[in-house]
């Protein structure tokens, strides 16, 4: 399984196939704040992105895949100026 939750915290790494999307959703709406990390996140289908788009999780990491990173363009700014205020 590409996603593994560990002390509150989605860890989404490898590579996310469209299986994954309904499964993620499933885990997203179950946590009471959801966070996701994305820095082992190879390549994710477009219907995991959207799955992180339309729930907008608290983003942690960045993943490696540079499509995956433009369509979650808004979450991972969203994360770098939270990250800018914490330091």
Known sequence: M???LRDDCLLLRGQCPIEEAEPLLEALQGATVPVVDLSGLE???TAVLQVLMAAAPTIRGRPADPV???CLGDLLQAEASTGDRAG
């Open 43 to 45: 390549q994710a289908h």
């Open 68 to 70: 995956a990173a433009a």
């Open 2 to 4: 590409p996603f593994d």
